[in-house]
C-alpha cells in the first residue's frame, strides 16, 4: 500500500552531474579540451512525503552519484531539486543547516561510514553536537532512545565500530541519521554488505522507523528483491538517465521498457516452473558515460530496436547489423587478425584486391552469426569492401545509410504519464496502444 501524499516533498528536475577529465591547469596549457564523464545526466523525479521511492539500475549507472548529488554531498553540474518547497542549490548559512538536519543518508559501507576513532554514542551524538540540540542529558538520554530503537543495547554505546558485526554496524549508521530527526532519507545500497538474513532484519526496521517517525526514503540499490520489498515507486536508471518510472507492482508486473524487462528477467526464479524459462541476456557492454550513445543510450543493447520504415528484417538479423556498424564506427575490429595467419598482410595495410572477396568473407564468418537476404548481404560486402582498403567512415557511413534508426537519432523522452517510459516503442499515445512486435 502507498504511503504517498498529495504533495512532493522532494522535486528532482533535470539533475546534472558531470565530472570532468583533461581539466587541469596543465591541460588547459596545452590546450587539451575537457572531457565530460556524464555520470547523471538530465534525471527528472519527484518522492512524496511518506512514501518510499527505489532507485535500481545497474552498478555505475549513476545511482549513488544521484542521491549523493541532490543532498548537496556533491554540488550540481546543472538542474534543481526543491525540498518542501525551497531549491536547495539557492540555500546558505543557517537555511543550508536547517536542510541538513532535515535530510540524512545511509551510506553503503557500514564501517568505513563510522569514524573508527569514536565510540558508537559519540558517533551519534555528533550531529546532536554539531547542531546544537538540547543540553548534555538531553543528548544522552536521545542517544540511548536511538540505540534501543534501532535494536541494540545501551550498554554498547562505550564500544568501538570495530566490535560489531556487519549488521549492527549498519544500525549504527540509522541510529545516526535518525538523531536530527530528519524528514527526508536517502538509504544508498543499506544491505548490499549484509549477509541475507540481516538484511531482512534492517529492511523491517526501515519499515518500522518509516511508519513511526513518518520518514520520506530515496532507497538506492541494484536488488530488485530489496526494491520489490520496501519500495512504493520505483525509478529504473541506465547509464545516467532515468528510463521508466512507475508503482512498484504495475512495473515488477508489467514493465514497458526493454532495460526494465531485461533486468527484471535476470532475476533468479525460485520455482521449479521456470526452470526451462527462456532467458535472453543483453548484448554487447554497457557503453561509456564519457562518450554515450546518440538518442537512446540503451540502443546498442537493446533486443527491441526500431529498424528503419520499411526494411524487412528479423529483430535478431537488424541486431547483428546494428552491432557490425557499431565495431565499424569504433574501430572495434583488428584487421590484421582477419583469417589465419599472415592472410591479408600488406605493406600499405589495405588488402590487395585479389584478396578482397576472400576478406569480406572471413569476416562475414567471424561477426555474423545469422545468414543475411541477398539485398542486405550486398550492403555489407560494399561496406566491408571499403573496410578491407581501411576506409573506415566510408564502410560505417554506407551501413549508416542504409539501417539508421530512430533509437539513435532521437532521444526519447521520459514524458509525464502516470508511467513514464523513455523508449520511442511507447513515444506516443498511438504508439502506446500498438502491439510492441509490430516494431519488431
Not at 538530465?42 to 512525503?49: L, N, Q, R
Not at 534501543?148 to 549508521?173: A, K, M, N
Not at 520511442?424 to 504508439?431: D, I, V
Request: contains cysteine; aromatic residues 6%; glycine residues 6%.
Amino acid at each position: 500500500m502507498s504511503r504517498r501524499s498529495g504533495r512532493p516533498l522532494v522535486q528532482v528536475e533535470d539533475l546534472q552531474k558531470y565530472f570532468w577529465e583533461n581539466d587541469s591547469i596543465l591541460d588547459r596549457l596545452f590546450g587539451d579540451d575537457p572531457v565530460p564523464v556524464r555520470a547523471v545526466d538530465g534525471v527528472s523525479f519527484d518522492i512524496h512525503e511518506g512514501e518510499t521511492l527505489g532507485l535500481v539500475g545497474e552498478s555505475g549507472c549513476g545511482k549513488s552519484t544521484t542521491g549523493e548529488t541532490l543532498l548537496r554531498l556533491q554540488e550540481p553540474t546543472d538542474g534543481h531539486v526543491t525540498f518542501d518547497g525551497h531549491e536547495v542549490y539557492d540555500l546558505g548559512g543557517d537555511e543550508l543547516t536547517a536542510f541538513r538536519r532535515e535530510a540524512q543518508v545511509v551510506f553503503q559501507d557500514p564501517f568505513s561510514s563510522l569514524d573508527p576513532r569514536m565510540t558508537i554514542g559519540e558517533t551519534i551524538r555528533q550531529p546532536l553536537e554539531v547542531h546544537d540540540i538540547g543540553t548534555d542529558d538531553e543528548r544522552r538520554e536521545r542517544v540511548r532512545d536511538l540505540v534501543e530503537r534501532v535494536g541494540l543495547s545501551p550498554d554498547q554505546l562505550d564500544r568501538y565500530p570495530h566490535e560489531f558485526s556487519g549488521g549492527q554496524r549498519q544500525r549504527i549508521g540509522i541510529a545516526r541519521a535518525l538523531a536530527l530527526e530528519p524528514e527526508f532519507i536517502v538509504l544508498d545500497e543499506p544491505t548490499s554488505a549484509l549477509d541475507v538474513s540481516v538484511q531482512a532484519q534492517v529492511l523491517n526496521l526501515l519499515d518500522d522507523l518509516q511508519d513511526e517517525f513518518n520518514l520520506t526514503y530515496l532507497l538506492i540499490s541494484h536488488d530488485l528483491s530489496v526494491i520489490r520489498h520496501v519500495c512504493d515507486r520505483v525509478a529504473v536508471m541506465y547509464l545516467g538517465e532515468i528510463v521508466e518510472i512507475g508503482l512498484v507492482d504495475e512495473l515488477f508486473e508489467n514493465p514497458d521498457h526493454p532495460y526494465t524487462q531485461a533486468l527484471l528477467e535476470s532475476v533468479p526464479r525460485a520455482s521449479t516452473d521456470e526452470r526451462d524459462r527462456d532467458r535472453e541476456t543483453l548484448a554487447g557492454d554497457v557503453p561509456s558515460p564519457r562518450d554515450p550513445p546518440s538518442g537512446c543510450r540503451f540502443r546498442t543493447r537493446c533486443p527491441m530496436v526500431i529498424p528503419p520504415e520499411d526494411l524487412e528484417l528479423e529483430q535478431e538479423t537488424y541486431r547483428e547489423l546494428m552491432s557490425l556498424r557499431e565495431r565499424i564506427e569504433r574501430r572495434d575490429i583488428s584487421l590484421e587478425s582477419v583469417g589465419d595467419d599472415g592472410q591479408f598482410d600488406a605493406d600499405d595495410g589495405s588488402v590487395p584486391d585479389e584478396d578482397v572477396p576472400a576478406f569480406i568473407a572471413a569476416v562475414k564468418e567471424r561477426l555474423l552469426d545469422v545468414p543475411l537476404p541477398p539485398r542486405h548481404d550486398a550492403i555489407v560486402e560494399e561496406a566491408l569492401a571499403e573496410l578491407a582498403a581501411e576506409n573506415w567512415e566510408a564502410a560505417a557511413e554506407r551501413l549508416r545509410t542504409e539501417y539508421e534508426s530512430v533509437c539513435e537519432r532521437e532521444s526519447p523522452d521520459l514524458g509525464e504519464q502516470a508511467h513514464p517510459v523513455a523508449c520511442h516503442l511507447h513515444g506516443t499515445a498511438s504508439e502506446r496502444t500498438a502491439e510492441p512486435d509490430s516494431w519488431t
